[in-house]
């Protein structure tokens, strides 16, 4: 399990954060000490850092640069700083990737993921966590705390293609791509009637029309 230290001043944000992480196959660490970060990192060895630039005590970017003198280990940038000299700065001095908050946490993931596969270190992702709810893919399973309800094939790969992109608008022919991967064997009555099992499947469990229709544009998963 790759291990992913995150290096923030925030109490609530960092300790979210990690359970976010450890809810989604990765093994979160909290440093909650600034006064050496890049010794207590060469000392964790994790697999990846996300690193605060505005720290008490020091900047994330000297901490970054001084980190740099001894260790390529992948870092993320995270700040509430929405400024190109930040991104630059952090890039010019090694950064692998940069995000600004507030970010939507499985945006944090898919960026994560990215850097993982740019390293050569391919992910294999089994899980993600909605609303409380663990989307479990290798088992097509939503697991909550009364149990589980399974998803067939399609319903879990419709599921997983509106998961990865919450919050925004998915088209009715992305998500048959991503069901038989060519438009020509598609019966566009097929997606509906997924569509709505999945619905009734989520109702279940008390997640009620988080998946809203966008009339002549597709779904999205609130």
């Known amino acids: 399990m790759r291990k992913i230290l995150i290096v923030e001043d925030d109490r609530q944000m960092r300790q979210e954060l990690k359970i976010f992480l450890d809810n989604n196959g990765y093994e979160g660490h909290i440093l909650a000490d600034f006064s050496d970060v890049p010794g207590e990192v060469l000392s964790l060895q994790p697999d990846l850092v996300l690193l605060d630039i505005k720290l008490p005590g020091q900047n994330g970017q000297m901490i970054l640069r001084e980190l740099r003198r001894?260790?390529?280990?992948?870092?993320?940038?995270?700040?509430?700083?929405?400024?190109?000299?930040?991104?630059?700065?952090?890039?010019?001095?090694?950064?692998?990737?940069?995000?600004?908050?507030?970010?939507?946490?499985?945006?944090?993931?898919?960026?994560v993921e990215a850097l993982f596969k740019r390293l050569g270190q391919p992910v294999e992702k089994e899980s993600l966590t909605y609303r409380n709810v663990k989307v479990n893919f290798l088992?097509?399973?939503?697991?909550?705390?009364?149990?589980?309800?399974?998803?067939?094939?399609?319903?879990?790969?419709?599921?997983?293609?509106?998961?990865?992109?919450?919050?925004?608008?998915?088209?009715?022919?992305?998500?048959?791509?991503?069901?038989?991967?060519?438009?020509?064997?598609?019966?566009?009555?097929?997606?509906?009637?997924?569509?709505?099992?999945?619905?009734?499947?989520?109702?279940?469990?008390?997640?009620?029309?988080?998946?809203?229709?966008?009339?002549?544009?597709?779904?999205?998963?609130?």
Not at 70 to 83: G, H
Not at 89 to 109: H, Q
Not at 185 to 207: A, M, P, Q, S, Y
């Open 70 to 111: 001894e260790s390529q280990i992948p870092v993320i940038m995270v700040t509430s700083m929405d400024s190109e000299m930040d991104e630059v700065v952090s890039m010019s001095w090694g950064a692998d990737d940069y995000i600004t908050k507030p970010y939507n946490p499985t945006l944090l993931l898919l960026h």
């Open 139 to 222: 088992k097509s399973t939503l697991e909550t705390e009364n149990g589980d309800i399974l998803l067939s094939k399609n319903e879990i790969t419709i599921f997983r293609c509106l998961l990865l992109k919450q919050g925004q608008i998915v088209s009715r022919d992305e998500l048959m791509d991503d069901l038989w991967d060519n438009r020509e064997f598609v019966d566009d009555n097929t997606l509906t009637v997924n569509i709505n099992r999945l619905r009734r499947k989520l109702e279940e469990i008390g997640l009620k029309n988080v998946v809203q229709t966008r009339r002549s544009q597709g779904y999205v998963l609130i």
